[in-house]
């Protein structure tokens, strides 16, 4: 989660590579895509969404990431999550449009 939080994509692609769980979640209940979307790291977001990280998860507040980037005012990464995500009303309805948003042909998108 410190990589996360810390911009440090490289470091992070390095952990997953040598098995560290992209999906962990923290004592609060967070996920790194709650640190990288509060820190307003647009890459590690769009690193953790192709990883199948969880964005629509709740930590322990009650917030999830795009909660998070809405609080600091991380407008870039608002906007990705508003583009992406939209109005979803479903998990599977999020997925699929966080995966048109990064290029990945509907056809291959589970819904």
Not at 34 to 44: E, I
Not at 78 to 105: E, H
């Amino acid at each position: 989660m410190w990589a996360a939080w810390s911009n440090s994509l490289r470091i992070l692609d390095l952990l997953v590579v040598h098995g560290a769980d992209p999906h962990a979640v923290n004592y609060m209940g967070a996920n790194a895509a709650h640190w990288a979307a509060a820190a307003g790291h647009l890459d590690v977001c769009v690193y953790l969404y192709e990883l199948g990280v969880d964005f629509l998860l709740t930590d322990r507040a009650g917030k999830t990431p795009m909660e998070y980037a809405a609080e600091y005012n991380r407008q870039d990464v608002l906007d990705w999550m508003l583009r992406a995500f939209g109005p979803a009303q479903s998990k599977d309805d999020i997925n699929y449009a966080a995966a048109a948003s990064v290029g990945t042909p509907a056809s291959k998108v589970n819904r």
